[in-house]
């Protein structure tokens, strides 16, 4: 068991060393401590000096991460190795970002040349709806999309897209629609022209309840609008694996851009499900995008484990969330355009960590994924940080800071700056008696951990290099939890109770159930 190792017990000992220990004097005693606890990547720079740790913290973290075998996790993963062994499937969302000359293997084939059909498909695919070739069903030009899809096939493009505002292009507008509650579709319906409209339809499966409610309404919709059933065709493409369920559907192989079964739902940003983000921003902001988190991938695989971003972010979520008991974590963008950051997130790490066996099947014997909330700066200052501050949890946060901002207004990126790093400090420092009169109320005990993450532009680049940080920083803690980090069992038990008490069968087995359903279903 995990916990019996001597590396997990000699962190438990040193635990209690460290915890009478105040950061304010662990910085006033050591004037390197920030150059000591600090690791970049290309330009991007992360500051964990802010945490509750000393250099003997992160070797003993280190020698965790060997006794686990971190690195040859990584590398089977990298390889195509079929590591989500429950599902029988390779985790290759790596591949989707790697360079045209790499070969990678899934099941015996190199899978690179696959992958960059498919991204040239896209690029033709962009550049026919920029240039206005690619045709409504009426003749006119397609001007708007709706990406419809959940999860995975939702949250990332989603939060990309908007992550990357100052590159929309001026011409093309997106949407998105993930609720099957109908006032997301009409919402999105509502000013869209049908002759100038496009939809995608993104689905790993092409069979999740509530994309393909929302994609049938929307058939509905522009066969209604434009009076035929023949405008399907042009109006829509699809984002799958699944070509006899997108056949079905009535849309076309040439308008199917598909990707693989070693594609995790979360994970897909990168595969045709992106096509939005190409449509939306252009395909050489998606390029940059994948270029970035191929960065990001390469310095995961090359760094050593003290200078890893990746594997200190993984270790330090360990250190909190099993010696510190830290349940939850939040995540901070001090940028407008990552406010869908913290839900992306939510659903990469609480889908891939969210689990209470081993690989082998056994009970886990540690705690395992986390709690992840967040908003941008300043907003969640005046919403839950007091409870950071002052609650009586400890919540390790996540700061991401810009240096250039990409909107006019310098004195507003001087402000937003100067509160993000005011925060780090106040977490970290906190107050001394004497400056608060004695008042307890008005005491900050600090002491409480943070990282500091920051890129020199919000663009497609730097933003792919964050995204992969944090896929990684998941792999890692599962990789030590000995949990799959790449299946979601849990969420299966839900959708076939849905699919009973929708079939309207009795299912229900005890009497709350059976009365909701009497009140709501009738
Ligand atoms: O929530 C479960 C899940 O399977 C996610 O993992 C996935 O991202 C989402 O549903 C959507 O699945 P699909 O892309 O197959 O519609």
Redesign the pocket.
Known sequence: MLNDLPEWRALAAHKKIIEPLHMRDMFAQDPQRFDKFNITCGDMLCDYSKHRITPETIALLTALARARNVEEQRDRMMAGDKINQTENRAVLHTALRAPRDATILADGHNIVPMIHQTLEKMADFAQAIHDGNHKGYSGKPIRHIVNI???????GPRMVYKALKPFHKKDVSVRFVSNVDAADINAALQDFPADQTLFLV???????Q???TNAHTARQWLIGELGNEQAVGAHFAAL???AQAVKEFGIAPDMMFGFDDWV???Y?LWSA?GLSIALGCGFDVFRALLDGAHAMDRHFRTAPLEKNMPVMAGLLGVWYRNFWDAESYAILPYAQDLALLPLWLQ?LDM?SNGKSVTRGGAAVSHATGSVVFGQPGTNGQHAFYQLIHQGTSLIPCDFIGVRDSAWNHDEHHRILNAHMIAQSQALMEGNLSTQTDNNPHRAFAGNKPSTTIIIPRLDAYHLGMILALYEHKIFVQGAIWDINSFD?WG??LG?TLAAQILSGKDTARDSSTAALIRVLLG
Not at 149 to 155: T, V, W
Not at 202 to 208: N, Y
């Open positions: 899809g959940i999860g995975g096939s939702d949250l993104a689905s790993k499966t092409f069979t999740t509530e994309t393909m799958s694996t699944n995790g739902g979360r897909s499900i659903q889908e979601q969420v299966e959708k």
